[in-house]
């Protein structure tokens, strides 16, 4: 169940990749793909423990 829900993950993430307008330059001012989805990873770690 686990790798299913990984990989829908995945396809989500590449679709938006390639449709959403906002990401890409959003993407360029953090400096790349990592750097981005820390900080969203941070955002949401925040809000889930507060």
């Given at each position: 169940?686990f790798a299913k829900l990984?990989?829908?993950?995945?396809?989500?993430?590449?679709?938006?990749?390639?449709?959403?307008?906002?990401?890409?330059?959003?993407?360029?001012?953090?400096?790349?793909?990592?750097y981005l989805w820390e900080?969203?990873?941070?955002?949401?770690?925040?809000?889930?423990?507060?």
């Open positions: 169940m990984t990989i829908l993950a995945f396809l989500i993430d590449q679709m938006q990749q390639r449709r959403y307008a906002l990401f890409r330059p959003t993407r360029e001012k953090a400096d790349g793909s990592k900080r969203l990873r941070g955002l949401f770690t925040e809000f889930y423990w507060k």
